[in-house]
C-alpha cells in the first residue's frame, strides 16, 4: 500500500502563483511515476502534470505548459507542482496519483490522495 498526501492549496487572484506538495509513504519502492490531475465541478477528472520517478521524464498537459513545473524530491517521497500565472480556468480540486506511468486514465492509478482545492479569482 501507498499512502498519499496532497497539500499547499488555496485561494488565489488571476496572475498568482501556488505550490502543491504530494507526499508518498509506505510501499515506495513500488513508486513509479507521479502525476497532478485536477477535477473542476462537473467536469471529468484531466491530467496536468507527471514526472517518472527515476528518470525524470515530466509531461504536462498543454494548456499549462510554460506556467505549471514539475519536480520531485525522492529522498522524502515528495512531489511538487509549481503554478505560476494562475487563470480562473485553473480551478480545481488537484489529486496526485501514484501509479505505472505518466498521463494514464484515471482508472489505471490505484493510489490517490484526498485532494487540495484551487480557486483562482478573476
Known amino acids: 500500500q501507498v499512502q498519499v498526501a496532497e497539500s499547499g492549496g488555496g485561494l488565489v487572484q488571476t496572475g498568482g502563483s501556488l505550490r502543491l506538495s504530494c507526499a508518498a509513504s509506505g510501499r515506495t519502492f513500488s513508486i513509479y511515476a507521479m502525476n497532478w490531475f485536477r477535477q473542476a465541478p462537473g467536469k471529468e477528472r484531466e491530467f496536468v502534470a507527471g514526472?517518472?520517478?527515476?528518470?525524470?521524464?515530466?509531461i504536462y498537459k498543454d494548456s499549462v505548459k510554460g506556467r505549471f513545473t514539475i519536480s520531485r524530491d525522492n529522498a522524502k517521497n515528495t512531489v511538487y507542482l509549481q503554478m505560476n500565472n494562475l487563470k480562473p480556468e485553473d480551478t480545481a480540486v488537484y489529486y496526485c496519483?501514484?501509479?505505472?506511468?505518466?498521463?494514464?486514465?484515471?482508472?489505471?492509478?490505484?493510489?490517490w490522495g484526498q485532494g487540495t482545492q484551487v480557486t483562482v479569482s478573476s
Open positions: 514526472i517518472n520517478w527515476f528518470g525524470g521524464t515530466m
Open positions: 496519483a501514484v501509479g505505472p506511468g505518466i498521463n494514464l486514465p484515471p482508472v489505471r492509478y490505484n493510489y
